[in-house]
Nanobody, 121 residues
């Protein structure tokens, strides 16, 4: 089993920045991919960014150029630096980890509890 603990959410004005952190514990040797997903009100959970243990990153088009995912040995800690935030970025952000690469969000093995990010206009 793997446990994921997120931190760093909060309230910020449009144009501001936040950094989310996610620390994994437990059977972290099994992790291949870590990433961030978000879910806004009435919206299906969607990809924000992912990072594999091999260093491959993937971003949603809506955050490219504004958000950066990074990690210390992607199996243990992953960060999401969010710059130039927009009101439409408001959502609960979830850290996720998977034993595989390339799976859909609903196939992921492990999830954190989520952290709220609110961007005011």
């Amino acid at each position: 089993q793997v446990q994921l603990v997120e931190s760093g959410g909060g309230l910020v004005q449009a144009g501001g920045s936040l950094r989310l952190s996610c620390v994994a514990s437990g059977s972290i040797f099994s992790i291949n991919t870590m990433g961030w997903y978000r879910q806004g009100p009435g919206i299906e959970r969607e990809l924000v960014a992912t990072l594999t243990s091999g260093g491959t990153t993937k971003y949603a088009d809506s955050v490219k150029g504004r958000f950066t995912i990074s990690g210390i040995n992607a199996k243990n800690t992953v960060y999401l630096q969010m710059n130039s935030l927009k009101p439409e970025d408001t959502a609960v952000y979830y850290c996720a980890a998977d034993r595989y690469a390339g799976r859909r969000w609903y196939e992921y093995d492990y999830w954190g509890q989520g952290t709220q990010v609110t961007v005011s206009s």
